[in-house]
């Protein structure tokens, strides 16, 4: 039996549903939750930890059916976007609150808190109000207080989305710390992909109240499944049909472009071929190389994305996205109307099918 198990959950608030959420965990994973605004992350998070009450399903924890305990009984800790730090506490007695129905012992709380405190850098902020903090410091406070009590199962609804970006990578890597200190297993909302990559060993994609796909972050984001999910994670996602098997290869006609693919396919399947734009190498000409697939378009787009640039390469009625550092596309002179090869491995270019993955 697994750590924590999501079994069958449903639930209808407001006309939203939660159909039959299935999820498992492993003591010490990482399990990232992704998936549209509005999909239901929040809502399987404050179900879990008892807000709401199933209508059907089971909320198993080490062992134990905890779906009908009250929240103060599951042993399980949340933390929210907004911190929901008590303005008339200092940052000590934020800290401090979640250990005092468990501890009694005044010494054994000072203890606890000045750990955490310093797990997380803010042991010179414990006199502190939380008005006078920065959000960086606000929600460091706000995860002490949710790992000082030690709880079996830590939930994180999009903790870092209203910082910048040098505060939420600072985080992740104390984040990352602290988890390792406390051995919690965490279950993280985020609409941040870098979340994912930093922090998570398992994703699971939510849409519409469902468990689309879940696996590890690389299988779930190089193979996703459907083609929601590729859309969903940026990948570039091309319908057409298998022409023609060339030994182990299959050639796939997809949206006028002839793409090889190293994944399995029977010439006449119809199916969409994903390709993750971190995977496509812009060149200026045809240069030797292993990789089956060198497609010629013309520069269509160029969008900066934090320190990465974005490059849209239009192909016909086909367009591939390519993501370039700002030195890679100077070098290459990019700008709109110029001519490009988008160049990828056949391995790189993943056929999905159309059943979905549970």
Same mark, same amino acid.
């Given at each position: 039996m697994s750590f924590l198990e999501i079994r069958d959950l449903c639930l209808d608030v407001g006309g939203f549903e939660l159909s039959g959420i299935g999820l498992k965990a492993e003591k010490g994973d990482y399990l990232a939750l992704i998936g549209p605004s509005g999909s239901g992350k929040s809502l399987i998070l404050e179900t879990i930890i008892g807000f709401y009450g199933p209508e059907k399903g089971r909320i198993i924890l080490e062992g134990k059916d905890i779906t009908d305990l009250s929240p103060d009984m599951r042993h399980i800790s949340i933390v929210y976007q907004d911190h929901m730090l008590f303005p008339h506490m200092n940052v000590f007695e934020n800290i401090a609150y979640a250990l005092r129905k468990k501890v009694k012992d005044k010494k054994q709380i000072e203890t606890e808190v000045?750990?955490?405190?310093? %797990?997380?850098?803010?042991?010179? +902020?414990?006199?502190?109000?939380?008005?006078?903090?920065?959000? #960086?410091e606000k929600q460091r406070a706000a995860l002490a207080r949710g790992l000082v009590a030690r709880p079996k199962l830590l939930l994180l609804d999009e903790p870092f989305s209203a910082l910048d970006t040098r505060t939420r990578e600072k985080l992740r890597e104390m984040l990352k710390k602290a988890i390792a200190d406390y051995s919690t297993t965490v279950l993280h909302v985020t609409h941040d992909f870098e979340d994912v990559w930093a922090l998570a060993n398992r994703v699971v994609v939510i849409r519409k109240g469902e468990v689309m796909q879940a696996g590890d972050p690389e299988s779930v984001f190089k193979r996703p499944s459907p083609d929601f999910v590729a859309e969903f994670l940026g990948t570039n996602v091309l319908k057409g049909?298998?022409?023609?098997?060339?030994?182990?290869?299959? %050639?796939?006609?997809?949206?006028? +472009?002839?793409?090889?693919?190293?994944?399995?396919?029977?010439? #006449?399947?119809?199916?969409?071929?994903?390709?993750?734009p971190e995977e496509v190498i812009l060149a200026r000409e045809i240069v030797e190389s292993s990789a089956r697939n060198i497609l010629k378009g013309k520069v269509s787009g160029i969008f900066k994305k934090e320190h990465l640039v974005v490059v849209e390469v239009k192909m016909g009625s086909a367009e591939i996205k390519a993501v370039v550092t700002p030195t890679s596309c100077e070098m290459l002179g990019l700008e709109p109307g110029r001519e490009i090869y988008a160049v990828f491995k056949a391995s790189n270019a993943r056929i999905i099918r159309s059943t979905l993955h549970r």
């Open positions: 000045k750990q955490v405190a310093e %797990v997380l850098g803010i042991s010179e +902020l414990l006199h502190r109000k939380p008005t006078t903090l920065s959000g #960086g049909k298998v022409k023609v098997l060339e030994g182990k290869l299959a %050639v796939v006609e997809a949206e006028g +472009l002839e793409i090889y693919s190293a994944d399995p396919a029977e010439p #006449g399947e119809e199916v969409t071929v994903s390709i993750r």
